[in-house]
């Protein structure tokens, strides 16, 4: 079974600098997708940011980058220029390609803290 | 605009008492899944359905029932025979084709006494 591993239960940045967020995963699958959800205070679960295994170049938005190590099964979130609006809980998710797998797993989450 | 929403966002119930959550979405897409999130913990799946008229159990579905009769439309029931119904209920619906993105509602605070 996959797992989803998130070692950091709480960080904390100062605004406008950088910070990165752990994440890891266990799978034997070679095809796969990684999600980072970003959970404000609201708690309403929102997509920041999206990673096929398959591509070799680690995706970008906007403020939001990942740095996605196949090899190691690494896939972390750095977030740049930190506003308070960032502060939230982010969960790192795992799903395996192919129309039969609908399961997203996650990790356990990690509660980022902004200070002004 | 597109999108889920779960009705009510607070709701509270006897022990014994069965109790249904509503989900809806207009985005037209094909799955819907229901997952619980506990304090300190990830989301679990409860139930998902691909296609209307058909679901699947996740990992913990015991306790739980939900009915797919309208693409639109992915209720969830809390039995009675759920042991610890207490938690936040999210529901999310996503395209049956790559990159298989799920969105989300807003959920619901289930408080079971």
Redesign the interface.
Known sequence: AQT?TQSQPEMSVQEAETVTLSCTYDTSESDY?L?W?KQPP??????VI?Q?AYKQQNATENRFSVNFQKAAKSFSLKISDSQLGDAAMY?CAY?R?G?GS???T????TKLSVIP | DGGITQSPKYLFRKEGQNVTLSCEQNLNHDAMYWYRQDPGQGLRLIYYSQIVNDFQKGDIAEGYSVSREKKESFPLTVTSAQKNPTAFYLCASSKNRAPYEQYFGPGTRLTVT
């Open positions: 989803v997708y999600f959800y609201s708690r309403q679960m929102i997509l999206r096929e969960f799903r390609s129309a609908y399961q997203l996650f990790g356990k989450g």
